[in-house]
């Protein structure tokens, strides 16, 4: 009898630990689109750089949310967040509006599928997704950090490039790539998509400045501040101020 309660008593065990394997497996993926999808860019393939990398963006977001629902653990699955209630209403109303389009403009039912089809995948990836999934990951205190430090470093990446764009050194592409002129899009392909991107890193940056407690902190921080917000200052991007 102590055999068989002993067996049982395992399962669980095995069990939890495979759901946080594929939990940290699914946190780790979606790291890395937030790391590879912002950088790769072939303006030889397409026109925008940010055509591939939405591709690999969903692509690796789509992964990782295979993953957690792979995990069946219920705190993962069903997460609560202040925006449920906002992201629910939000989806019935775009079925709505397409369900009074189609109702009302028949002939027009192919453009509509079309349009709408690609607004609920952005919708879906980049934006519900990502939202759960960051919010899951912040719940984790050392995958929190993985994913500021994961976003630290891109920015810097692309801003570092960005510099370089700007004092006419560039290296990979021996062409010009855009018809912004002067204005520095790094591998953004905007300047206005990097300049979002860089509001939102400097903030960060920020933070790391107040949280240092070192020398090295400090500096490194500081170092963070200065190539991000000169990286979003010479995108010229009117929007971002």
Do not use: C
């Amino acid at each position: 009898m102590s055999k068989n309660t002993g067996n049982r008593s395992k399962k669980p065990k095995s069990q939890g630990n495979s759901q946080r394997t594929l939990i940290s497996a699914a946190f780790w993926v979606f790291v890395a689109a937030v790391v590879i999808s912002p950088l790769v860019f072939f303006t030889d393939v397409t026109r925008n750089p940010y055509v591939i990398q939405n591709i690999i963006f969903r692509t690796l977001v789509f992964v990782s949310l295979i993953l957690i629902l792979f995990s069946k653990k219920d705190a993962v699955l069903r997460p609560k967040t202040f925006l449920d209630i906002p992201l629910l209403i939000y989806g019935v109303l775009i079925f709505f509006s397409l369900g009074v389009s189609f109702a009302k403009y028949p002939q027009w039912a192919t453009s509509f599928f079309v349009f709408w089809g690609k607004r609920m995948i952005f919708f879906v990836f980049n934006a519900v997704a990502v939202f759960y999934i960051s919010f899951m990951m912040t719940k984790d205190r050392r995958f929190k950090k993985i994913l500021i430090y994961a976003l630290l470093l891109t920015a810097t990446i692309s801003s570092l490039y960005a510099v370089m764009q700007y004092t006419g050194h560039e290296f990979i592409w021996p062409r010009n790539l855009h018809h912004y002129g002067s204005r520095s899009v790094s591998t953004f392909g905007n300047p206005s998509f990097l300049s979002a991107f860089e509001i939102v890193i400097v903030m960060f940056s920020l933070w790391l400045f107040a949280e240092a407690k070192n020398i090295s902190s400090i500096a490194l921080s500081l170092f963070l501040i200065t190539v991000n917000f000169f990286a979003l200052l010479i995108t010229r991007t009117r929007s971002s101020w």
